[in-house]
């Protein structure tokens, strides 16, 4: 799964929110369509007013490994190329900055809506005020945190286009008595753009609040 929430929402006018929902699904659509991971392969969005839940079954056409990459990689890209339009349109201020996190696990559907321990655990990391703090450091248009399940089956196993060495422990929470932790890909939490010495220090900085 993979869930995503748009930054200051809350803070945004109520015709702003529709336009940045509209852009916020397109990029998506195309993200995924980019990946082949096309509309067959997963199941319709799930709104969550600020943001979006995207269920994907477990299909051998679409490994874990592509929501890492290309999804979110392509995603960042085309987040960054509206943002930098949206810097000299007049109106106010329209740039789009996303929180993002991958999971997997059981969902469950009751016939009213999904439900489940590995859903509670992609939100409550989505929800995390480490992962809205590391989003408020950079310049990036999104912060990528995955789960500790992906980072032990996936991304420490270093599948073309992950970086293992750019993910660092971000967060620790309990979900049904049991303990989960976040990963940052310090990738994404840092702009393009950043020093090396800023790089180092906001490594150390997640490390710190992670430990």
Known sequence: MLAVDIE???TRTDPVKAELRRVLYRLLEEAFNRSGIVAGLREAYVDRGDGVLVLIPPLDEVPKTLLLHP????????????????????????????RVVVHA???HNDGRGNFGEALDVACRLL?????????????APLVLVVSEDIYHSIVRHGYEGIRAESYVPLVRLRVTGRSHRGWVDTG???????PSGLAARTRRLLHRRAG
């Open 105 to 107: 696990g059981e969902v």
């Open 188 to 194: 994404t939490a840092l702009a393009p753009a950043a």
């Open 127 to 139: 929800d995390s005020p480490e992962a809205k703090l590391a989003l408020r450091r950079t310049a």
């Open 8 to 10: 200051g929402s809350t």
């Open 71 to 98: 999804v979110v990689p392509l995603l960042s890209a085309l987040l960054a190329e509206y943002n930098a339009e949206r810097l000299i349109a007049p109106g106010g201020d329209r740039r789009i900055r996303i």
